[in-house]
Nanobody
Framework: QVQLVESGGGLVQAGGSLRLSCAAS????????MGWFRRPPGKERKFVAG???????YYADSVKGRFTISRDNAKNTVYLQMDSLKPEDTAVYYC????????????????WGQGTQVTVSS
């Protein structure tokens, strides 16, 4: 069982930055792939970024070059650094965990956090 808790969301102006954190419980965090997803208002949840257990990273085209996913296995934490934020990045952001390799499909993840709101004003 893995419990995930996101933090770091908030209100930011367009062009600004935020860093989201996702703290995980459990001793096997390093063996999990982690994903960040987001759900904009009135829309479905979509993949944002993923990181394998070996550290390889993957991004949705919409955030490539602006967002960076990273992990610190010693702290059982995954991060999402979000730069050059746009109003269309406004969403509830969720982190998720699955074994070893990332997936772009939310259905492939076993564990989810409760989400953190990110609002980007124009």
């Amino acid at each position: 069982q893995v419990q995930l808790v996101e933090s770091g969301g908030g209100l930011v102006q367009a062009g600004g930055s935020l860093r989201l954190s996702c703290a995980a419980s459990g001793r096997t965090f390093s063996s999990y792939a982690m994903g960040w997803f987001r759900r904009p208002p009135g829309k479905e949840r979509k993949f944002v970024a993923g990181i394998n257990s070996d550290g390889r990273t993957y991004y949705a085209d919409s955030v490539k070059g602006r967002f960076t996913i990273s992990r610190d296995n010693a702290k059982n934490t995954v991060y999402l650094q979000m730069d050059s934020l746009k109003p269309e990045d406004t969403a509830v952001y969720y982190c998720a965990a699955r074994p070893v390799y990332y997936s772009g499909s939310s259905y492939s993840y076993d564990y989810w956090g409760q989400g953190t709101q990110v609002t980007v004003s124009s």
